[in-house]
Structure formats: C-alpha cells, structure tokens
C-alpha cells in the first residue's frame, strides 16, 4: 500500500492511501491508519475469544467511501467502509458489524457462495475467482474490481442463497457477541439505521437489498436469538467508547467535506478539536490544525495519534526536524511494533536527502517491512533509500519487491535480473531477488 517525493508527491496526509484502480466509474481507495486498525483488532480480539481464528488469520481492509457497506470474501478478506464506523453512534455497533462479518467466515460462507456460484452461473465464476486469487496475490486494485464484477455478473437465483446466509451470520453474530459480553442488541439499533438510509448512503442499494432479507424481518430474528441469550444485557466499556468517538471524529474529518465537519463538531471539546484539526489540515488551514493538536496535546502527552498527525502536517511544511521529532514520540508512544509509523518516519528521514540520515531511515523501513513484507509503499521507499546512498544493487531488489506486490510482474522481472548481476552473493537480497525470478520467469516469458 503506497505514498512521495519530498512533501507533496504523493501526500501522506493522516491516512496512508492507495488509490486503486477498476473498471467501475469511482476507484475504490483503500486507507491505512494505525488508531483504525488498532482499535478493529483490538474489538476483533475480543470477539475472537472463544474461536479457532485469531487476528493474525485476518486481512481487515478500509474503504474510504461514505455508503455504508462491509463485506467478505475468500481468504478472511473483510473490507469495512468508513462509514459504517461514522453511522455507528456506539462502538458496540461497530462491533456488531465486526462480528456480522466473523459469522461468515467462521460459518463457510465465502466457500458455500463459490461452490453455489458455480451452479448458478458458470461465467461469473472465473472473474470471481480471479478476484480471490488477485487479492491473496497482492494485487489488490486487481482483486477487488475482480470480486465487484464477479458478484455483479451472478444472476438472480444468488439472491436466495444469499439471503439465507445473511439471516444465518446475524443469528451467529448474536452469539458471537454474547459470548464475548458485548450487548448484541446493538446488532438490532445498527439494522434500523440501514433501514432508514436512502440508496445513496447504500453501496449499490438495489444489490443490497435483494440480496439482504428484509431489515424487519433480521430484527425479529435477532430479537429471538436475544431471547435464547437470556445475560447478553453488558454494560458499555467507557474506554472503548471514547476510543471510537475520538476514531470516528477523525474518519468525519478526513471523509466528510470541511463544512460538514464543522457543523457537526462545533461545541468545542476535545472529540471537535480532533475531527476539526483533521478537516482543517485538508482544507489548508495548517495553523488551527497545530493549535488544535498542541491543546490535545498537552492534555494528553501519551497519545500518539496527536503526534503522528501534527508530524505529518510539519513535514508537509517541509519542516523536517519537528516532523521527526513528533513521529519518533509516536512510535515510542503506541507502545507496539507497527509497519506504517516506522515507514513514515523511514519517510521523514529521506527527506533531508542527507545520507547519514537515509542510513537511519534504511533501518526503520526494514522494520516496517519486516512487520508487514506486503507493504509495498515501504519497499518503494527503501529503493529510493540504496539509490540516495548510491547503492544501486539493492535499490533494483526493492524495486523488484515492490513490483512484484503492486502486479507488476515484468517490470518485478526486470528489476531482479538487475539485483542479480550486482548484489552480493548469497546474500538474503541475493536468494530473494534469484527466487523472483525463478517464479516469474514462466509467466513473463508466456506474455511476451
């Protein structure tokens, strides 16, 4: 997933970004940020307890959209949009959703609806499955577009079966729920609101509604599997709810026009101080995005999202030397291991275009990539990185890395053979990069 050239090549902004592209008329963008990803694992890690699966078996993906919309596919491939987590009024509404999805996955679903597809609809299954596999080879702007046609294509006969394993997912996130001592009757206040949303607010409204049963009818459902959960009645977890207003004030922030925000977040405390410094540094207003973050700030100076976002808002001041020094206390501060801080401090420090500090920033990008190999905007950096320092070997094998993640087989060839001739010999970039071309040297010969 991916990002630069000093400030303003590709902004990083608050939210890493990928652009991806599809054959529908509005790309889809799938976004990275460590407070959403760390606070859904930690609601995942809870409705995980009393499962087989863990967090680690799960690709969680974000779409930046304002439809709401969530759903699986194969491989435990779950993708939330945003605006689930802006309507959700209450993080165990969120966590509804979560566990709605988990349904599926533990239940087989995704597998069921390939085998139904394939009765349904012999041409539909290919570009289904081209979708699966496109998405678990890395090439996820493939993938996606892939599954969208691929679950367009089906004819009517999916509805039914569809229906069938909404209505079972609901009566298992019940449980799931239950289980785990999160009030499931949030699953219920979540469906009225999609009830009462217009087709604009619905990705795709009539494919939502003739493929979910009808919302009174999931209520009741629900509503009798609350009744076989007779102690599901949990009290609310305040931390996790300030957690999800602060995390829900930033998605407005970032998905929502500044004046919408404004409107909405205007009484001043420190929830609207965060959605209106995240509006504002989008709007341009650099100096109210400061001062909002150096009052949240200085109340509370273990936090690490204020600091990652006032750094990012200096370094697109090309203010290099506070946009290190507020990213490094972010890091020391999340009080984990995480692929994006560590690359977008790889970032600030390239930016000098000094070596001494790109040798510095060559080990945070190591360790980024290390947490996450799939990063491919990392591996981006990291050639830029050898060839500032003129190390032009090495800058060829992550390029070559890089490449072969985004689907860009060719070019990933290429750039190994390049690595190849020059690195040093056996060495771990040496095996990798003769491994690259081993497994692509078929496939690019076959397309030439």
Known sequence: MAKVRKANFFLLK??????????????????RDAELELFTDDILSILLNYSQLETDDLNVYFIKSNQVNAFVTGGKNIFINTEVIIKSEDYREYASVLAHELAHIIGGHIFNTSVEITNLSLNALPIY??????????????????????????????TYYSRTQEASADQAAVSILCKNKIDAKYLVSFLE???????????????????????????TWINSSLNNNHDCNYKINEIMQKRFEF????????????????????????????????SSYFQGNHSRSIKNLETLISKYPENPFYKELIGEIYFANNNYEKATFYQKNAISDLQTENDIYFMILGNYLLSYDINE????????????????????????????????IDNIPLANYASAERYFLIGERSLSYEFALKALKNIEQYSPEW??????????????STNR
């Open 14 to 31: 608050v939210f890493f970004i990928i652009f991806l592209t599809s054959s529908s008329p509005k790309a889809l963008e799938i976004i």
């Open 129 to 158: 499955l081209l979708g699966i596999v496109g998405i678990m080879a890395g090439a996820t702007e493939t993938g996606i577009a892939g599954v969208m046609v691929g679950q367009a294509s089906v004819n009517d006969g999916y």
């Open 193 to 219: 609101k999609l009830n009462n949303l217009s087709g604009a607010e619905l990705i795709d409204d009539r494919g939502y509604r003739s493929t979910h049963p009808k919302t009174e009818s999931r209520i």
């Open 247 to 278: 995390l829900k004030a930033k998605l407005h922030g970032y998905t929502h026009h500044h004046s919408e925000t404004e409107s909405q977040y205007n009484k001043g405390n420190d929830i609207d101080l965060y959605a209106t410094a995240v």
């Open 357 to 388: 500090k790109s040798m510095i920033g060559i080990e945070y990008l190591k360790k980024s990539i290390h947490l996450n190999p799939k990063n491919a905007y990392s591996w981006y950096l990291l050639g830029r990185a050898y060839a500032q």
């Open 431 to 444: 095996y990798r990069s003769f491994d690259l071309i081993e497994v692509l040297k078929k496939e690019v």
